[in-house]
């Protein structure tokens, strides 16, 4: 009752700003219970297909879950996660976005032909197939397509079966990679051959499968396994000398991409030999006369007698000879993935090398030094000169961090401090307005009495301030109360400044008893 009666005390003024205070002080409250006692949002699921997405949100709203989209996750209370989890699976989502086996659990026996159930299992054998694929470290979407044998029965030839994996990787795949993947299909279909496992990357072309050469690795992979190779190990060479942690190595392999094939032959004429030797001799012999023709002339010669006539003969020979010379054929192909170039570059720690740089010699125990490495690097990495191989070796002083200054690992305490800090700030800042509002707000507007009135009864400026305020009071009081319960009331609450008040009283009735 007194507190209502106190409330009817004050001025409207006074009224509604501690009604306000009132109102603020309980949102205050209500929004720090609330950010104090909130569950925190954990990740529901991730990744999702969006038609897969939508059910599991559609089946949120049934149960009528809270929860927030942040991208393509789903975020709901921490304290509900799990539960939720179990739900979902209890009702089969979130939903594979490939289909396997279970595809034949849709097929009717009654009203499906051979050929209905030899398509649905080819769709779930590459749908199990592509799940298996999608497992594999690095890749982000996979499909497999199998050229099932669908031949005749009357056929006598059976055509080679075929397939095809097309797939894309967050990093390329290495070929073992490609190779394991045509291992992994050909093994899983009857009568199918590694070889005749295609594996494609549309941005990088065939990774393995026909007409592709194996031992070929991609060239980018390729130079980085060479460049690692090597810096390991000319590392291992200079800490011998330097010790460990003075040495950094850089190390970069320049591969072609190109394939080539190159054919050449080539003469020796120094180097002839006879292979075949033909010579032909021949002999023609010729007669014949000048005189008329008679009788005699028909007649033999002995009875004819002798007549006048000539005769000739030649002789001729020719010689042929072939000859042999050496001749060499030469064919090279250059696979892509040789090496055109390297260059290395080492840098050592200046103050580990045991180098004074005040020293006489210092300049020439430097390049000593540095062209020692220089031939120890060139014989360790078996770098080509002539070919256009390159090396730099730098001294230069370290700016290593000391391990006393190395940030340690993060505490529990830490830890909790990180998770919790601005929570607790926000809590602490919202206690203290609250504390404000509550002792600076309202504590005063229920003190009962305007400023004006408490300052003329502290300070005592006059018998007829005083006088006149503590009528003031009781008239105001007279109006609501009992005035001697209201003096009673006051001098209990102001025990200082009635005591005050009724000593200047005193004084003043002593001055006026003096003077008369």
């Known amino acids: ?157 059976q055509p080679a079966q075929t397939a095809s994996v097309t797939l894309s990787s967050a990093r390329g795949l290495s070929q073992n990679q490609a190779e394991a993947i045509q291992y992994l299909v050909a093994l899983a279909v009857s009568g199918l051959k590694p070889e005749d496992v295609a594996v494609i990357d549309p941005s990088k072309g065939i990774l393995a499968g026909p007409k592709v050469e194996k031992g070929l690795a991609e060239p980018s992979v390729a130079a980085e396994d060479q460049a690692s190779l090597l810096e390991a190990k000319i590392l291992r060479l200079l800490s011998a000398r330097v010790g460990d942690g003075n040495a950094r190595v850089s190390v970069s392999v ?71 010379i050496n001749e060499t054929r030469r064919e090279t192909e250059r696979l892509p993935g040789q090496i055109e170039r390297i260059s290395i570059a080492v840098l050592l720690n200046e103050q580990a090398l045991g180098i004074d740089p005040a020293a006489a010699d210092a300049a020439t125990r430097r390049e000593t030094l540095i062209a020692d490495l220089q031939q120890l690097v060139i014989s360790g990495a078996g770098l080509n000169i002539d070919r256009g191989d390159a090396i730099s070796v730098e001294l230069m002083p370290f700016q290593e961090i000391p391990a006393s200054e190395m940030t340690p ?11 919790y800090f601005w929570s607790g700030l926000q809590a602490l800042l919202l206690g203290v307005v609250v504390i404000v509002l509550a002792f600076g707000v309202v504590r005063p507007l229920l003190a009962g009495k305007p400023q004006d009135e408490e300052e003329g009864a502290a300070t005592g400026n006059g018998t007829a301030t005083g006088a006149g305020a503590a009528t003031a009071g009781v ?5 609501e109360s009992d005035p001697f319960s209201y003096l009673k009331d006051y001098a209990r609450e102001r025990e200082e400044e009635t005591a005050a008040l009724l000593q200047q009283w005193l004084n003043e009735d002593q001055k006026v008893a003096v003077n008369e």
């Open 409 to 419: 690992a993060p505490g529990l305490v830490e830890q909790l401090i990180q998770r």
């Open 1 to 157: 009752m007194k507190f209502i009666e106190t409330l009817k005390g004050l001025t409207p003024t006074r009224q509604i700003a501690l009604a306000a205070a009132v109102i603020g002080i309980i949102a205050a409250m209500s929004y720090m219970i609330q950010g104090a006692t909130k569950d925190p949002m954990a990740l529901l699921y991730a990744g999702l297909e969006p038609q897969f997405a939508g059910e599991i949100i559609e089946e949120l709203d049934k149960t009528k879950t809270p929860y927030k989209i942040e991208g393509g996750a789903i975020f709901i209370p921490q304290g509900q996660r799990d539960q939720v989890r179990f739900a979902l699976a209890r009702e089969g989502l979130p939903r594979q976005s490939v289909q396997g086996y279970e595809l034949l659990d849709e097929v009717n026996g009654f009203s499906v032909t051979s050929e209905m159930y030899n398509a649905a299992y080819w769709r779930a054998k590459e749908g199990e197939l592509t799940r298996t694929i999608l497992a594999i470290p690095g890749v982000t979407s996979a499909r497999v397509h199998i050229g099932a044998n669908l031949r005749s029965g009357f056929s006598r030839s």
């Open 475 to 479: 008239a105001g009081a007279s109006s």
């Open 254 to 324: 320049d591969v072609s991409r190109e394939r080539q094939r190159i054919s050449e032959v080539s003469f020796d004429p120094q180097s002839r030999v006879v292979r075949n030797r033909t010579v032909n001799d021949s002999n023609q012999t010729g007669s014949g006369g000048a005189g008329a023709l008679t009788v005699a002339s028909n007649l033999p010669q002995d009875e004819g007698g002798a007549s006048g006539g000539s005769s000739s003969s030649s002789k001729t020979s020719s010689e042929s000879i072939s000859y042999e």
